[in-house]
T-cell receptor, first 116, second 111 residues
Framework: DAGVIQSPRHEVTEMGQEVTLRCKPISGHDYLFWYRQTMMRGLELLIYFNNNVPIDDSGMPEDRFSAKMPNASFSTLKIQPSEPRDSAVYFC??????????????FGAGSRLTVL | GQNIDQPTEMTATEGAIVQINCTYQTSGFNGLFWYQQHAGEAPTFLSYNVLDGLEEKGRFSSFLSRSKGYSYLLLKELQMKDSASYLCAVGETDSWGKLQFGAGTQVVVTP
């Protein structure tokens, strides 16, 4: 398996522009997570899905952020309009259903976003 | 909610042992995880504890005490490649998939 695939790896945009980040989870993984990492706040959970259904979006900063998972192999995180404080590395992760109880996340390589 | 504390940075010499402590306060506990993250890369899974005691995996061991809200990651026979950030994460009982991460401990291995 190619692992969790994210695109783009790097994005530089100007304030006010729309940003779309994409993620393909590992085939067969039922859970998909979007995390954001900054020096100040560390790794924060934004939202996660189970079987394509959003379960918890309490970490989404505000209405400018939205996430979708139209099918089991694709998810997007959208920021509209973007602001400089959104600059961060955005990680997508997936995990299999937890029959054994251990929710082991596999992370993608991340999308580094810079908003000027 | 959860509060997870771990030291910011630790320095150790190649070949030595380092212990990274993690304390947590949680309303519901469903496992303690350790992840390793090299600079500019994604976190990768190292270990998982759900019951009290020690789990050993080669040079790395992880310990958990649920009553004390305490875990540690022990890195033995340190190698230069072990220089990385080590993240402690706690799972929640009422939200199986959700992991809350600590800020991470930067381990610097010197020759």
């Amino acid at each position: 398996d190619a692992g969790v695939i994210q695109s783009p790896r790097h994005e530089v945009t100007e304030m006010g522009q729309e940003v779309t980040l994409r993620c393909k989870p590992i085939s067969g993984h039922d859970y998909l997570f979007w995390y954001r990492q900054t020096m100040m706040r560390g790794l924060e959970l934004l939202i996660y899905f189970n079987n394509n259904v959003p379960i918890d979006d309490s970490g989404m900063p505000e209405d400018r952020f939205s996430a979708k998972m139209p099918n089991a192999s694709f998810s997007t995180l959208k920021i509209q309009p973007s602001e400089p404080r959104d600059s961060a590395v955005y990680f997508c992760a997936s995990s299999p259903v937890g029959g054994s109880g251990a929710n082991v996340l596999t992370f993608g390589a991340g999308s580094r976003l810079t908003v000027l | 909610g959860q509060n997870i504390d771990q030291p910011t940075e630790m320095t150790a010499t190649e070949g030595a042992i380092v212990q990274i402590n993690c304390t947590y306060q949680t309303s519901g506990f469903n496992g303690l995880f350790w992840y390793q993250q090299h600079a500019g890369e994604a976190p990768t899974f190292l270990s998982y504890n759900v019951l009290d005691g020690l789990e050993e995996k080669g040079r790395f061991s992880s310990f958990l005490s649920r009553s004390k809200g305490y875990s540690y990651l022990l890195l033995k026979e340190l190698q230069m490649k072990d220089s990385a950030s080590y993240l402690c994460a706690v799972g929640e009982t009422d939200s199986w998939g959700k992991l809350q991460f600590g800020a991470g401990t930067q381990v610097v291995v010197t020759p």
